[in-house]
């Protein structure tokens, strides 16, 4: 704090010296004339066509070709901002915060959001402040540490004053082009606005290494310790607020303030789509339809119940593979990932390499649904799929694939089967999926008895999670991607994202019973029953070991919510052979990797033994997608074939086209 205040002082006198030349006074003749009043005022739309506003380089004094720093500007430089324009905008950006509060007020039931954010702010002060006892507790270690930051702080701020004095000296803190929030040139060419950027890195930098050398942390402790010392910290960043990140600025003098109208507005809307509840837009949604610009690859819905409906596609081959391949997707997000478009589409890809391909959409749910739990997407949904392809085909074996959650239920499902004698599924892969929870990454932090029994009582209101809160918890994993990013541009700058399919499906949430959520929360990631033998479905112990069927397990590099040790670590569950990939990129992107694309690479090391970091140190690195490798392994196994089969083609009636009406339930 003291260092704090030592710079805020001398950036103060700074600002408060006399500049090197006199701005001259302005009397009654030299000063501008008033504009006369429109008798109708401009729209905000008309103010944008009004006289430029001053460049940046006017309001924030710059270095001149000399090095020293320039004259602060003269009141005839704010002379030329379009007041009227400006004070228009500013009561419609009143108008649209009141809406926005509005929003939130009228969406959230109160006692619901205090009894999840006391769960939050509960555990964030106990963690944290087990950091900072660690570091009271000798007076001198604290000392020293704080020492350190005051060093580090006081010397970026000497660089600071050299660079006024027009010295050309390098940065105590050198930019690191990858991020985003400082990529503009002002972070580095205003000696203010790098001075900024500097002090704030080296804090983050600081605050980082305070948590990752406190000592007798367990390991759950110190993972939310950082977890929230990132979040802390990328919420602080300068670039998130307007008076200090120089683009902000620039953006709201040209437009006159009528980017923060726009993004008030964007604001509001997004407030309202989350139900008071604020779902950051992260695409612009209107581009995109279901079925034509997604989800597009042709097929018909066959089957439909209460938690599901069942697609089959259409073949592109003349012959196709006896044996069919069902997928399992996760119902935190909607089945499309595996079908984006024509060039990124698993789906589309399996069926023009020879499989009858069927997937699983899972029901949005609502109220009705909120005693679905595990047991009945289990048989209403896997088990009842495996019937359905059965009488659509007259295949009895299958191979199937699940994804993420979907996996996890789908092994699961394995381990049922195996304890009753159900072997229709005789070949299986796990995309980015978890069966061991005791590393299970970032939304381990998520997860205690106070925060499950806050969202449980929340979930008793309404039967069911809102699909906003599930994925504000994912984004908060990469806040300065998936969080500030979009908060800088869409309510400050007021522009609409882009449309990119993939942010447009991580957008469309889906709800999840409350049943469901509660026994997967608890039984995997709190108390990791599936590892220890001790899930119990139907009365009926669960053990991985009794799944000898082939195991194809693809993990990727970069995973933040199923990480590749977890990954591998489950894999050794198994009692049958594993084969492990381990692919590059993260959780989507490194499973949604068509060879067409020659994106990224894998890596293969043999079976699943030892330790992760061993296993990758000996593994060998290809170049490309993993899905030639998948097809090589699958078709090994069940190369026959058979004439191929049109939906409703066996003794089910087409119901609807693909994707179906489920997908398309908006939650």
Not at 459 to 475: H, I
């Amino acid at each position: 704090m003291s260092a704090n205040k030592d710079q805020d002082s001398a950036a103060g006198r700074r600002r408060r010296a006399p500049a090197a030349g006199k701005v001259p006074s302005r009397d009654k003749a030299a000063a501008p004339k008033k504009p006369a009043r429109k008798a109708k005022k401009k729209s905000v739309a008309e103010n944008t066509s009004a006289a430029p506003a001053p460049a940046l380089e006017a309001v924030v004094a710059k270095p001149n070709s000399a090095g020293a720093l320039a004259p602060p500007p003269g009141l005839e430089t704010f002379a030329k901002l379009d007041i009227e324009a400006m004070a228009d905008n500013m009561a419609q950006l009143v108008d649209q915060g009141r809406k926005a509060l509005a929003a939130a007020i009228g969406g959230v039931n109160p006692d619901e959001a205090r009894s999840e954010l006391a769960a939050s702010v509960a555990d964030a002060t106990k963690t944290l402040g087990a950091v900072a006892e660690y570091w009271l507790s000798k007076p001198e270690r604290a000392a020293a540490a704080q020492a350190d930051l005051y060093s580090g702080l006081s010397e970026i701020w000497r660089q600071t004053l050299r660079r006024y004095g027009g010295e050309d000296v390098a940065p105590i803190v050198p930019s690191d082009f990858s991020d985003k929030r400082f990529a503009g040139p002002e972070w580095n060419e205003n000696p203010f606005f790098d001075w900024l950027r500097q002090s704030y890195l080296l804090a983050s930098r600081w605050a980082g290494d305070m948590v990752e050398r406190t000592e007798g942390l367990d390991p759950q402790t110190k993972a939310r310790a950082v977890f929230y010392t990132r979040l802390i910290s990328s919420a602080v960043s300068p670039s998130n607020f307007v008076p200090t990140n120089p683009e902000l600025l620039r953006a709201t003098i040209d437009a006159k303030g009528e980017n923060l109208v726009r993004g008030l507005k964007m604001l509001a809307e997004d407030i309202s789509a989350g139900g008071g509840v604020l779902k950051i837009r992260q695409s612009a949604d209107r581009k995109f339809e279901l079925g034509a610009d997604l989800a597009n690859t042709p097929g018909k819905v066959i089957w439909r119940n209460d938690v599901m409906e069942l697609i089959q596609y259409e073949p592109t081959t003349a012959e196709v593979y006896a044996r069919p391949l069902l997928i399992t997707p996760p119902w935190i997000n909607k089945f499309y990932v595996l079908d984006l478009n024509a060039e990124k589409s698993f789906v589309r890809w399996a069926v023009e390499q020879g499989f009858t391909v069927f997937i699983i959409s899972w029901v949005n749910p609502d109220e009705s649904k909120a005693k679905k739990g595990f047991e009945a997407y289990m048989h209403e949904g896997v088990l009842t799929a495996l019937d359905v392809i059965e009488k659509a085909t007259g295949a009895r074996k299958v191979t199937a694939a699940g994804y993420c959650v979907g996996g996890t239920l789908l092994a699961l499902t394995l381990a049922y089967m195996a304890a009753t004698g159900d072997d229709r599924i005789d070949s299986v892969t796990f995309f980015a999926t978890q069966v061991d929870f005791s590393d299970a990454g970032d939304l381990q932090i998520f997860v205690d008895e106070a925060r499950l029994a806050a969202l449980d009582e929340s979930m008793a209101r309404t039967g069911y999670l809102e699909g906003v809160k599930m994925a504000n918890a994912f984004n908060m994993l990469r806040p300065n991607e998936l969080i500030w990013n979009y908060v800088v541009n869409n309510y400050m700058k007021g522009v609409e994202p882009a449309a990119f399919d993939l942010l447009y499906w991580n957008s469309d949430s889906t709800r999840i019973p409350r049943a469901n959520h509660s026994f997967y929360l608890r039984s995997c990631y709190l108390e990791n029953r599936l590892a220890r033998g001790e899930m119990v479905i139907d009365g009926i112990r669960l053990n991985l070991r009794q799944v000898q069927i082939p195991v194809f397990e693809i993990a990727t590099k970069e995973d933040h919510i199923a990480p590749a040790q977890s990954v591998f670590r489950g894999a050794k569950f198994f009692g049958g052979d594993v084969t492990f990939v381990l692919g590059g990129s993260g959780h989507i992107a490194g499973i949604i990797n068509p060879p067409s694309k020659d994106k990224y690479q894998y890596w293969t090391g043999g079976p699943v033994q030892g330790v992760f970091e061993d296993w990758i140190k000996k593994a060998k690195e290809t170049k490309g997608s993993w899905w030639p490798l998948w097809l090589a392994w699958i078709t090994a196994q069940a190369p026959e074939k058979t004439p191929a089969r049109q939906p409703g083609g066996g003794k089910l009636k087409v119901i609807c086209d693909a994707p179906g009406e489920y997908v398309r339930v908006r939650g």
